[in-house]
């Protein structure tokens, strides 16, 4: 297993984040369960002659936290971790979650206040990037709690896992290279439409895409990747969407959710599981009910929902619609605690699957793109 984390760790280290001589580097992991790639990562940044500064948890008590805290508690941003977001010129996140439903009965109130709260940290952090003052990349390793989530064995998730991250070939950086050649043929196309129109099951919605970037993902921020995206213009969605796929936020569930947006905002929603986390989420602030990111998945390697949305967003045949804060390399405005990716199917067996138009042209079909 060395040399597999030390491939791995060669990725996030030298092609996602371009570790340089001199940088400072934040290295995040949740948990022990993480240690071997934190220590590849760890050695690869020293190697580099950068600075690495170690953030580990014995494991995530983000529940005790929200079970205990106060209100004044629940709003507070410790200095210490604002500065790391300000100075940091690389930040390194590494989960390893070892129970995925330790939120799952959290106080929807509470959380929804410290989603609002620390949305200041990640507004930050995406400024930067945005202006090119830091990078930053999230990443997995396989746990039990991620390997029973997805209903795999923890040696069945860990091949899963690599082979996402096309781990399992020489140079997993020249498939992502390769990736980023084709998705930027789309975005390409994309970046000179302005409408954007879904068609599919119990769907049929269009966005306003003038003067916003189409962006391909390519190993740069998440890993594993495959996807292109972008913020629509913000009081631009109208229309209907389902989505089929499961959507787990926090460890929370809903499922087979429909809404229908006016004028950039969701008016009206239902799910047939988890309703009520889903409306709590939604009116978690101004901002949480406007479109934050309209999204393609295009890693083939990845096509059953595992529970893991930085895997299943990228399920190669689905879209997915994030409801919340937008992303400002891409020209989005608006501002949300809430970040919420939600996937729709886009496939069906009898190749009769959803549509994609831009400026009324058809683009995608069934999972696969025209163009």
């Not at 205990?68 to 604002?82: I, K, N, S």
């Not at 978690?284 to 893991?308: C, K, L, P, W």
């Not at 020209?331 to 886009?346: R, T």
């Amino acid at each position: 297993m060395a040399d597999i984390w030390e491939k791995y760790a060669a990725v996030l280290v030298d092609y996602s984040t371009e570790v340089k001589k001199g940088d400072l580097v934040l290295i995040r992991a949740t948990s022990p369960m993480a240690e071997d790639l934190v220590k590849a990562v760890y050695r690869r940044v020293i190697q580099k002659g950068a600075n690495p500064v170690l953030r580990t948890s014995i494991c995530d008590m983000s529940d005790i936290f929200i079970k205990y805290a106060g209100d004044e508690q629940l709003d507070y941003v410790d200095p210490m971790t604002r500065l790391e977001y300000e100075k940091v010129d690389k930040y390194i996140s590494i989960g390893a979650p070892l129970n995925v439903k330790n939120m799952a009965r959290a106080d929807k109130t509470k959380l929804a206040r410290r989603s609002k709260a620390t949305r200041e940290l990640s507004e930050l952090l995406l400024s930067r990037a945005a202006k090119g003052e830091a990078s930053w990349v999230i990443a997995d390793v396989p746990t039990n709690g991620l390997a029973q989530e997805a209903k795999m064995s923890f040696d069945e998730y860990s091949e899963f896992l690599f082979n996402a991250c096309f781990l399992n070939l020489d140079d997993p950086v020249a498939r992502l290279k390769e990736m980023d050649k084709e998705q930027k043929k789309w975005t390409e196309y994309l970046n000179n439409t302005s409408k954007l129109r879904i068609v599919g099951e119990r769907t049929d919605i269009t966005f306003s895409t003038a003067g916003r970037k189409w962006v391909s993902c390519s190993g740069l921020n998440n890993y594993p990747d495959g996807e292109v995206f972008t913020s629509p213009v913000e009081d631009s969605a109208n229309g209907e969407i389902y989505f089929d796929f499961p959507a787990i936020y926090r460890g929370n569930e809903a499922h087979k959710i429909w809404m229908r947006l006016e004028n950039g905002k969701v008016v009206e929603t239902r799910a047939e599981k988890g309703e009520e986390f889903l409306n709590a989420m939604l009116d978690m602030d101004e901002g949480s009910r406007f479109v934050g990111e309209i999204a393609v998945g295009t890693n083939e390697m990845i096509q059953d929902v595992t529970g893991n949305i930085l895997f299943d967003e990228k399920i190669g045949g689905s879209i997915h619609m994030a409801v919340g804060s937008s992303y400002p390399e891409t020209g989005g405005k608006n501002v949300s605690g809430l970040h919420w990716d939600i996937i729709k199917n886009m496939k069906s067996a009898n190749g009769n699957g959803g549509e994609i138009y831009a400026d009324d042209v058809l683009i995608y079909q069934n999972g696969k793109f025209l163009i």
